[in-house]
């Protein structure tokens, strides 16, 4: 006798996908290498799933790719990260090859000149890109988010434009960074971490989570795709019966 195998159904997945990469830094620790090697292959990991995604037809994919706390990190490892997302951008092939349309969400204001800059030309010279919606969090906070938003929302409130009994749940979705996008369906942590860690916390009111032991320079497609059988049994109920 043998067992059938469950495999990803690829006419009901999910929309939208969220990925908190964690693990690089005991990664590297285990190889006994600086825990920038780890941001290195991590980065190599970010392609590669965010080209499987691409290519399976998810429709969007949020990655946390450095959080508003990250700045606490020594200046090399900072600057390390910075750089892999430089080459990252540097190699616009990636998205025009791709059909990949990329967007970065967060306090970009305190970034590099060029870095800005590079993101700019990467947004716009993907715009028009019809493949994977690619969400890059950088210098994001899920807290920070909601007090961008509460702020646009009060300047339209002391300009007249609204007042605050219009406030509800619709608009500070139409004023956070993901705007326009759906919520995300699952949020994937690998590393063995069990936290949600200032990770869109305003978007994955219910979201299915999902966690795993693999650390994210070693997670492949394959775990991807067993995040996502997971997800395809399970069922959601976003607060009915
Ligand atoms: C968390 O692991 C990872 C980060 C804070 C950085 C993630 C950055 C990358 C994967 C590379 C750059 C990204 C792109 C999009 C090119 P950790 O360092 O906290 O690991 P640890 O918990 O094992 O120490």
């Not at 009901?12 to 780890?38: C, E, F, Q, S, V």
């Not at 990991?45 to 990655?63: D, H, M, P, Q």
């Not at 190699?91 to 060029?114: C, M, Q, R, T, Y």
Request: proline share 4%; aromatic share 10%; glycine share 6%.
């Amino acid at each position: 006798m043998f067992k059938k195998s469950i495999s990803v159904d690829f006419e009901r997945l999910p929309k939208h996908i969220g990925i908190i990469m964690d693990g690089n830094g005991r990664w590297a620790k285990k190889r006994k290498l600086p825990r920038t090697a780890g941001h290195t292959v991590g980065a190599k990991t970010f392609k590669s799933i965010a080209r499987y995604c691409n290519k399976i037809g998810i429709e969007y994919l949020t990655v946390y790719a450095f959080s508003t706390e990250n700045w606490k990190r020594p200046k090399d490892e900072v600057d390390a990260i910075m750089k892999l997302l430089k080459d990252y951008l540097v190699d616009a092939k990636n998205f025009k090859d791709e059909n990949i349309k990329v967007k970065f969400i967060g306090d970009l204001s305190p970034l590099s000149d060029d870095l800005k800059q590079l993101i700019k030309e990467s947004e716009e010279g993907s715009a028009d890109a019809t493949g994977l919606n690619l969400n890059i969090a950088l210098n994001y906070g899920g807290r920070d988010e909601i007090v961008y938003a509460a702020k646009k929302i009060a300047k339209k409130v002391k300009e007249g434009i609204i007042s605050p009994d219009e406030i509800d749940e619709k608009m500070i979705s139409g004023n956070i960074y993901t705007a326009s996008q759906p919520n995300p369906d699952i949020i994937i942590r690998p590393s063995g971490e069990y936290r949600i860690s200032n990770f869109l916390i305003w978007q994955s009111a219910y979201s299915e989570f999902w966690y795993s032991d693999v650390l994210w320079p070693d997670f492949k497609p394959k775990d991807l795709d067993r995040a996502i059988i997971d997800f395809q049994q399970r069922n959601r109920r976003f607060g009915g019966i």
